[in-house]
């Protein structure tokens, strides 16, 4: 079932979706295949009934703000970019000082084209910082032991420092055992149960975060937008953005509500927040009645939607409905251009963390 799209905002209509996998807690659309960017982004779509409208190395950032109506527009290609010029002038740094240059290992099943775009931009990502590349494609009816026996060899490479197995497998394998045989020394997508459970309790440090909420974060730092004593609001609850992205935001002393499924009155909710991150897939949920005046927004969903005017005969939009709360908003990430570049940068950034890590380099 397609998920609703809002007509106030937009005329077009949500292409059908396809998902990898079903979520007993949530209500899922299906997803298109399409050859985005971002590294491991699986949003379901939550089913909420809204009321009818009565109406980390943080440096300044140098990229140039644009502003529409009240809102800056955040420009998360321009701080990907400034972070990806930061890693490879350390990895150059690191390189001449030890010798080491850092390495990502991609482990791929199965031919989906566009599991194979995302390997080769983060394949590309990797070659324009200076981070060596490692790739093992594997065949969609591959055994789990082939998997499991690939990512043992790059654990035990001293010339790898990061690990990250393609999303989704095929459905005859078990996506938690493969993901939790990743070391946890090198698990990069910071997925590990302990890497979460670190980020969960107060005096502990994960050895990584999550690429993708790692890159929220850093866009509110680049942006100067304050965390510490603000009401926060995540939409989603998702393990790969919702859940962790909740938990960086209280470890930023953030007052944090998550929004999900069940929520009653989300509106409600989402309408005292200071800061809103929304992760969820569903074109346009997030009104401009909604916000309240002067909140930073932080949209992390990617959705198609169908455009005649488009020569792909589809355009993306975000979760929230960025023609109206641009009005209201004091800063807001485009969709696309703004969540999605990031993904990748934090996944290069925590490479080099943990070449850093493994060879005591400061």
Request: aromatic residues 4%; contains cysteine; positive net charge.
């Amino acid at each position: 079932m397609a998920s609703m799209i809002f007509s106030e905002c937009s005329t077009a209509r949500l292409l059908p979706l396809r998902c990898h996998r079903s979520c007993p807690a949530l209500s899922f659309s299906r997803r298109v295949s399409l050859p985005l960017t971002s590294s491991r982004l699986f949003l379901p779509s939550l089913s909420f009934q809204p009321r009818a409208s009565s109406t980390s190395v943080s440096v300044p950032i140098t990229a140039t703000i644009a502003t529409e109506s009240s809102a800056k527009v955040i420009d998360g290609k321009a701080v990907a970019k400034q972070i990806r010029e930061e890693i490879g002038v350390e990895i150059a740094r690191m390189k001449e000082a030890i010798g080491i240059v850092p390495g990502l290992a991609v482990i791929l099943v199965g031919d989906r084209k566009d599991s194979a775009t995302y390997v080769r931009n983060k394949k590309k990502a990797c070659d324009a910082v200076g981070i060596n590349s490692f790739e093992v494609h594997l065949p969609e009816d591959t055994t789990e032991q082939e998997v499991l026996n690939s990512i043992s060899r790059f654990n035990e490479d001293p010339s790898v420092h990061g690990i990250l197995v393609q999303l989704p497998l095929p459905s005859h394998m078990n996506e938690e055992k493969i993901l939790n045989a990743v070391g946890i020394e090198k698990d990069v997508d910071g997925f590990h149960p302990l890497n979460i459970g670190r980020l969960a309790m107060r005096g502990r440090e994960p050895l990584f975060v999550p690429c993708t909420p790692k890159g929220c974060i850093e866009l509110l730092h680049r942006y100067g937008i304050q965390i510490k004593g603000k009401k926060a609001v995540v939409i989603g609850r998702s393990n790969i953005v919702g859940m962790p992205a909740a938990l960086l935001l209280q470890r930023e002393d953030a007052t944090v509500t998550i929004v999900h499924s069940r929520t009653n009155n989300p509106e409600d909710i989402i309408k005292e927040a200071d800061i809103i991150i929304s992760a969820v897939g569903q074109a346009n949920m997030v009104r401009g009645s909604w916000i309240k005046p002067g909140a930073a927004i932080i949209d992390v969903g990617i959705n198609p939607v169908e455009d005649p005017a488009s020569p792909r005969g589809y355009r993306l939009v975000g979760d929230v409905c960025y023609d109206e709360v641009v009005k209201v908003a004091s800063a807001v990430t485009p969709v696309p251009g703004g969540v999605g570049p990031m993904t990748i940068a934090m996944l290069l950034s925590n490479t080099l963390s943990s070449a850093k890590r493994m060879h005591n380099f400061n």
